[in-house]
C-alpha cells in the first residue's frame, strides 16, 4: 500500500488534526506523513475528491449474516462486502444463526470464515448466553470468550427470564463481560406486528405497547444494580426506556444503550400501506418517541447506533403482513439516513465508530503519525441511489430501494489495503 490522500478533512476527537484539511501519506498500512500540504510520493496512488472527509474505522455491534445455516439470504462473504460498502471494518454477529453461536466451535467457524475471506472487515462473534437461546441453560460464555466472543445475547430474542438474566450477568461478572439484551418484555403481547397506536388501530393489526420495552429496562437495571455486571440495551426504541437508562446512568449503574437509523429517522406511519419492508422490530414508534430517542443519542444516554442488519428473503417479505418475517438490511444506508438528520459529523464518528469500540473493549483507531490505518471515507453532500445492482448483501429487504440518499461512502482502509465505491 502507498496512498497519498489530498485534502480530506478530519473528524477524530482524538486526533490532533480533528477538524483540518490535510494531506496523508499511508504507506504499509500506516499513516507516514500528516500535514496541510505534502509532496507529491512516488509511486503514490494518490486519492483527491472534493468534500471528502475521514474518520476513525466505524463498528457495528450488532448484525446478522444468517451464517451458518441460512446462507441463501446472507453468508460472511456478502454481509462483510455489505458491510465495507457501508462503512465498517468490523462487525458484531448475533447469535440468532440457525445453528445457534453457542459453543467454541462455532466462534472458531466464525474466525475461520473471517480469515478465509481475507476482507477488510473485521468479525467479532457474540455468543448466546443460553444454549440454542432456549432461555434457561447457560452457554459456555467463558470458553466462548477466550476464543473471540466480544459479548454474550439472546440477540434478537430476548432473554425473558429474570433467574437467567440474572445468572447470565452474575456469569460474566469475573472476567469483566457484557451482556446484551433486546429489551422487549414479550409476555405482554403476543404475536404483535408493530407499534401499538393510532396506526395500527387503522390497519387492524396487534400492536406492541411501550410498556413491553419499559418493563424489560427496568427489569435488566435493578439487576445490573444487583450483580454490579454490565449490560448493554440493543435497539432502544421507546421515549419511556429512554429516560429510565438515563436515571440509571445518572446513578452510575453500568449500563449502555444502542439505537438504529430507522427508529430515529421514521415512525410508524411508515407502515400504514403494508409494505413489510418497513417491518422491523423493535417496531418503528411515533414522532414522540422518535424525538426522545435523538435527544437521548444527543446527551449520551444512548450510546451509539447500530444498522439493525437483519437479511430476508423474498419468500419471507412477500406475503399478508402479519406472516411476513421481521427485518430490514441496513448497513449500507446508516451513514446517510444519519447525515439527513443533519447530526454533526464529530457526533455521527463518536456514534459508529468511538463509542461502541469503548463499551466493547476494542482498540479505537485515531488518526495520527505512525497510526495505524483503520479509517472510513465518506462523503457528506454526495447524493446516490440505492439500487439492487449497488446492494451488496444477497437480501434486498429495505423499503429505501431505489430512492436518491444524501450522504456517500467512499470508501475503507484497513490491513494494509483500501476499497472503494466508485
Known amino acids: 500500500m502507498n496512498i497519498l490522500l489530498r485534502s480530506v478533512k478530519i473528524i477524530d476527537p482524538n486526533s490532533p488534526f480533528n477538524g483540518r484539511k490535510v494531506d496523508l501519506h499511508i504507506v504499509d498500512g500506516k499513516i507516514k506523513a500528516i500535514d496541510k500540504v505534502l509532496p507529491k510520493k512516488r509511486n503514490a496512488q494518490i486519492i483527491e475528491k472534493k468534500g471528502l472527509h475521514i474518520s476513525p474505522a466505524?463498528?457495528?455491534p450488532s448484525v446478522d449474516f444468517c451464517d451458518p445455516g441460512a446462507e441463501y439470504k446472507e453468508d460472511i462473504e456478502s454481509g462483510l462486502k455489505a458491510a465495507c460498502a457501508g462503512g465498517f471494518t468490523a462487525v458484531g454477529i448475533l447469535p440468532n444463526t440457525p445453528k445457534t453461536i453457542d459453543n467454541k466451535t462455532i466462534i472458531d467457524y466464525l474466525n475461520y470464515k473471517a480469515l478465509a475471506q481475507n476482507s477488510l472487515c473485521d468479525i467479532y462473534p457474540i455468543?448466546?448466553?443460553?444454549?440454542?437461546?432456549?432461555?434457561?441453560?447457560?452457554?459456555?460464555?467463558?470458553?466462548?470468550?477466550r476464543a473471540g466472543a466480544i459479548a454474550f445475547s439472546g440477540g434478537y430474542k430476548p432473554i425473558q427470564q429474570t433467574g437467567t438474566m440474572l445468572r447470565s450477568l452474575q456469569y460474566v461478572l469475573p472476567f469483566d463481560g457484557i451482556i446484551m439484551n433486546l429489551p422487549d418484555d414479550r409476555q405482554v403481547v403476543f404475536n404483535a406486528q408493530m407499534n401499538e397506536g393510532v396506526t395500527s388501530t387503522q390497519m387492524g393489526t396487534k400492536g406492541k405497547p411501550n410498556l413491553a420495552?419499559?418493563?424489560?429496562?427496568?427489569?435488566?437495571?435493578?439487576?445490573v444494580k444487583y450483580t454490579q455486571s454490565r449490560l448493554h440495551f440493543i435497539q432502544v426504541s421507546t421515549a419511556e426506556a429512554v429516560e429510565a437508562i438515563r436515571k440509571a446512568k445518572a446513578e452510575k449503574i453500568k449500563v449502555s444503550a444502542s439505537v438504529s437509523p430507522w427508529h430515529l429517522a421514521y415512525t410508524d406511519e411508515k407502515l400504514i400501506d403494508f409494505n413489510t419492508n418497513w417491518k422491523i422490530n423493535p417496531p418503528l414508534r411515533t414522532n414522540k418517541d422518535r424525538l426522545a430517542l435523538i435527544e437521548g443519542l444527543k446527551d449520551g444516554t444512548i450510546d451509539f447506533v447500530t444498522s439493525l442488519h437483519r437479511p430476508q428473503d423474498e419468500d419471507c417479505k412477500k406475503l399478508e403482513f402479519d406472516k411476513a418475517d421481521f427485518g430490514v438490511i441496513g448497513l449500507q444506508t446508516v451513514f446517510p439516513i444519519l447525515n439527513e438528520l443533519g447530526f454533526?459529523?464529530?457526533?455521527?464518528?463518536?456514534?459508529?465508530?468511538?463509542?461502541?469500540?469503548?463499551?466493547?473493549?476494542?482498540?479505537?483507531?485515531?488518526?495520527?503519525?505512525?497510526?495505524?490505518?483503520?479509517?472510513?471515507?465518506?462523503?457528506?453532500?454526495?447524493?446516490?441511489i440505492l439500487t439492487e445492482e449497488t446492494i451488496l448483501s444477497k437480501s434486498?429487504?429495505?423499503?429505501?430501494l431505489n430512492k436518491e440518499l444524501s450522504g456517500k461512502v467512499f470508501g475503507v482502509i484497513n490491513k494494509g489495503r483500501i476499497t472503494l465505491n466508485e
Open 58 to 60: 466505524w463498528f457495528d
Open 127 to 145: 455468543g448466546a448466553n443460553t444454549q440454542q437461546l432456549d432461555n434457561v441453560h447457560l452457554s459456555e460464555m467463558y470458553e466462548m470468550n
Open 213 to 223: 420495552e419499559l418493563l424489560m429496562v427496568q427489569r435488566d437495571i435493578e439487576l
Open 344 to 384: 454533526k459529523m464529530k457526533n455521527i464518528v463518536e456514534w459508529l465508530s468511538l463509542n461502541p469500540r469503548k463499551i466493547l473493549g476494542l482498540t479505537i483507531p485515531c488518526i495520527e503519525q505512525n497510526a495505524a490505518a483503520n479509517f472510513t471515507l465518506f462523503l457528506p453532500k454526495e447524493k446516490f
Open 396 to 400: 434486498k429487504n429495505t423499503p429505501l
